[in-house]
Nanobody, 121 residues
Framework: VQLQASGGGLVQAGGSLKLSCVAS????????MGWFRQAPGKERVFVAA????????LYADSVKGRFSISRDNAKNTVYLQMNSLKPEDTAVYHC???????????????WGQGTQVTVSS
């Protein structure tokens, strides 16, 4: 399985961005899709995850109410809509796929390359 993330960029605080992650295929190992982010000098942390079959979602407390994760079956694509962006959201965002609903890194088996999100103050 290959994951291709895109949509990052530079935005002012309070602005919005929408990230996309295209999966090369759907199987039991991609039943759950997640987004993680890694700021310079910091560990990679959970942002959001979605269960493919019914779009049940999980969010990190830091993004609840501002970010929304969704998926498009026909396009094998998961989206992360990011609103009210803050400078502390600046990071490289990575999408991932795995067989379980998780906020930890380890259960995810496939990872896409990162896409840089920079929020200026």
């Amino acid at each position: 399985v290959q994951l291709q993330a895109s949509g990052g960029g530079l935005v002012q605080a309070g602005g919005s961005l929408k990230l996309s992650c295209v999966a090369s295929e759907q199987n039991t190992h991609t039943s759950y899709m997640g987004w993680f982010r890694q700021a310079p000098g910091k560990e990679r942390v959970f942002v959001a995850a979605i269960r493919w079959r019914d779009q049940k979602a999980l969010y990190a407390d830091s993004v609840k109410g501002r970010f929304s994760i969704s998926r498009d079956n026909a396009k094998n694509t998961v989206y992360l809509q990011m609103n009210s962006l803050k400078p502390e959201d600046t990071a490289v965002y990575h999408c991932a796929a795995g067989p379980t609903f998780a906020t930890e890194i380890r259960p995810y088996e496939y990872w896409g390359q990162g896409t840089q999100v920079t929020v200026s103050s």
